[in-house]
């Protein structure tokens, strides 16, 4: 994937737990990531603005409203945008129309596990430049999640 990506994502749960939509800013290159989202879960609205610094180990939880920065321990490794070296390439398509050049996307699908057999996971990415376009993954908390770019 890029080193630096920005843009915008939907996640959507089997078990309808979780339903967000959320800007991002991704730089994996100083190992930080922006979110900000909108959704719900378990029936309950949540709104959220973190900055994700990896390399000091620090999430801010920033309140626009209230005008509040809460700095927090990040207790997770960056995990880098990308297909893992282990995954199987399912198959090749073109999104789109490819009746003439340039009209269509070429995108590759792939499938795997999710670290420490957490579960399976499938996702699709642009042939050139390996840019995220969907994922599709199953854990036993929410069953199949989906992620939409």
Same mark, same amino acid.
């Given at each position: 994937s890029p080193p630096l990506l920005s843009?915008?994502?939907?996640?959507?749960?089997? *078990?309808?737990?979780?339903?967000?939509?959320?800007?991002?800013?991704y730089d994996a290159l100083g190992q930080r990531t922006r979110l900000r989202e909108l959704g719900t879960y378990e029936n309950k609205t949540f709104t959220e603005d973190v900055l994700l610094l990896y390399r000091e180990a620090t999430m801010y939880d920033i309140n626009e409203q209230n005008r509040?920065?809460?700095?927090r321990p990040l207790k997770v490794d960056f995990q880098p945008l990308g297909i893992p070296k282990n995954a199987s390439l399912l198959g090749q398509a073109v999104l789109g129309s490819s009746s003439g050049p340039g009209e269509g996307l070429?995108? *590759?699908t792939w499938t795997g596990d999710?670290?420490?057999?957490a579960g399976k996971f499938m996702s699709t990415v642009t042939e050139f430049g390996c840019i995220p376009v969907s994922t599709v993954y199953h854990t036993d908390q929410f069953g199949w999640v989906v992620t939409r770019l």
């Amino acid at each position: 994937s890029p080193p630096l990506l920005s843009g915008a994502l939907t996640v959507s749960t089997q *078990n309808e737990k979780l339903w967000a939509y959320a800007s991002y800013l991704y730089d994996a290159l100083g190992q930080r990531t922006r979110l900000r989202e909108l959704g719900t879960y378990e029936n309950k609205t949540f709104t959220e603005d973190v900055l994700l610094l990896y390399r000091e180990a620090t999430m801010y939880d920033i309140n626009e409203q209230n005008r509040t920065c809460k700095k927090r321990p990040l207790k997770v490794d960056f995990q880098p945008l990308g297909i893992p070296k282990n995954a199987s390439l399912l198959g090749q398509a073109v999104l789109g129309s490819s009746s003439g050049p340039g009209e269509g996307l070429l995108v *590759n699908t792939w499938t795997g596990d999710l670290p420490d057999k957490a579960g399976k996971f499938m996702s699709t990415v642009t042939e050139f430049g390996c840019i995220p376009v969907s994922t599709v993954y199953h854990t036993d908390q929410f069953g199949w999640v989906v992620t939409r770019l």
